[in-house]
């Protein structure tokens, strides 16, 4: 047991968590039960259980169908208070975590249209400026996109971003799984348009590429996907672990400070690599190439880790020395979206 890498009273900086995966099972139990939404589950201890990775999951799409049945209970403007409210709130008191950033797609918390998208976004608003009343912490909102969705309804949610962007919403994002029936390379460059609408509003942009294909018997389709992504300018990158294997793509990260951040925990549980070696092995390539990290949970309950955890496993695989993780929490605070 090596000693902590930070002293508990040290703030943390969490920017990849997602609201699907970052609000505990009892809120989400309890505002399942006040919307009148009926969960496929007996008891409230399997409900927990299936709402949470554990030790693992049957790759992406189990997580997927994790996230679809989070989404589901959250999706109204009272849940989405609530649980952009507990998050944050929750956050600072089990981690002390100051800087925190919660990203989530309006457009799958608005029952395929039936609730008002500026209703939602403006509830997430209201649940970040009730936490921050309470607590002190500095929070924003980044709104995701969705691969799944036609242009339209990304740039729907772009708009949002932009409308909401003097009131806590700090970037956008695109996630979710591909498109049925369809493989890598996504076309991440047909995404020009809106990343330069958000980006004329002040608006940060990080995308979701480069999880998947690590261990692929071709990663050449994933690596284009990460090309283009970074083509595009981005600021920060969700995940992005696969440019550990392509000595080109490291140094143009590195070049252009285009910033990772690394979900350990997330990756293994996820069989986005092959273990917590894989995970070494991954960010200490990364580190040595100069590109610029921040670690992250992806999403605390759904992952069941925690930011210190996530910390203390690097170090103890050896990722990162103790002066590394120190200096990767540092950077979270000055590269966040948030403003000062």
Request: hydrophobic fraction near 45%; charged fraction near 25%; glycine fraction near 10%.
């Amino acid at each position: 047991m090596i000693d902590p890498v930070f002293a508990p009273d040290e703030p943390l900086a969490e920017l990849h968590a997602h609201l699907g995966g970052g609000v505990d099972a009892a809120t989400m139990w309890e505002l399942a039960h006040e919307q009148g939404i009926k969960v496929p589950y007996p008891d409230y201890w399997s409900f927990a259980a299936a709402t949470s990775v554990g030790s693992g999951t049957d790759g992406l799409d189990g997580l997927d169908r994790i996230y679809h049945l989070t989404e589901l209970i959250q999706s109204s403007p009272e849940g989405v208070f609530r649980a952009v409210h507990g998050m944050i709130s929750g956050a600072y008191r089990s981690q002390r975590i100051t800087t925190h950033e919660v990203r989530f797609n309006p457009a799958k918390r608005n029952r395929g249209g039936e609730r008002d998208l500026d209703a939602i976004v403006m509830a997430a608003v209201h649940g970040l400026d009730r936490a921050s009343l309470e607590y002190p912490v500095r929070a924003g909102i980044v709104l995701m996109m969705d691969r799944t969705f036609p242009p339209e309804l990304n740039a729907q949610i772009v708009e949002r971003a932009v409308r909401f962007a003097s009131r806590g919403v700090v970037a956008v994002d695109i996630g979710g799984p591909r498109p049925r029936g369809s493989g890598a390379p996504w076309d991440y460059s047909a995404l020009a348009p809106l990343v330069r609408r958000a980006r004329e509003a002040g608006l940060g942009v990080t995308l979701h590429v480069g999880e998947e294909g690590v261990n692929a018997p071709d990663p050449g389709p994933y690596l284009e996907e990460m090309r283009q992504a970074v083509a595009l300018g981005v600021d920060r990158i969700g995940h992005g672990i696969i440019a550990a294997f392509e000595p080109r793509l490291a140094e143009s990260l590195a070049e252009r400070g285009v910033v990772l951040e690394i979900c350990p925990t997330s990756n293994v549980r996820t069989r986005a690599v092959a273990g917590e070696e894989q995970v070494a092995e991954v960010v200490f390539a990364l580190q040595a190439a100069g590109v610029p990290l921040v670690v992250a949970t992806d999403g605390p309950e759904m992952i069941g880790t925690r930011l210190r955890a996530e910390y203390q496993l690097l170090v103890r695989l050896g990722a990162l020395t103790r002066a590394q993780a120190r200096e990767a929490n540092e950077r979270a605070h000055r590269v966040t979206f948030i403003p000062a």
